[in-house]
């Protein structure tokens, strides 16, 4: 789900760019817990271990409207994100 914004450059020259709807729920580190924050409703739980952060962070997912392009990024105890899944464009690759 994506749309065309426009706005005007410096030079006044009419610009239009991609608008991506994308909603990104969170699963972050929290001390020894993890904490879950979701973009969509501001959301956010802690929990004992990433699993359950990610099983609570799939029901943000399974909440949005159907079609909503999202995304699960973890946090990893080296505080680098990685992406555990996205969501509504070509989740299941065929297989090879
Ligand atoms: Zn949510």
Redesign the pocket.
């Known amino acids: 789900m994506s749309d065309v914004g426009r706005a005007t450059n410096a030079m006044g020259k009419s610009i239009s760019f991609k608008i991506e709807m994308r909603?990104i729920?969170y699963v972050l580190t929290h001390g020894e817990k993890w904490r879950v924050q979701?973009?969509?409703?501001?959301?956010s739980s802690i929990t004992d271990t990433q699993t359950s952060a990610i099983t609570i962070a799939r029901?943000?997912?399974a909440?949005?409207p159907e079609g909503t392009l999202s995304q699960i990024l973890v946090q990893g105890r080296d505080s680098k994100f990685r992406t555990e899944w996205t969501y509504g464009e070509d989740p299941f690759p065929p297989r090879g």
């Open positions: 909603k729920i979701c973009d969509h409703c501001n959301g029901k943000h997912v909440s949005l």
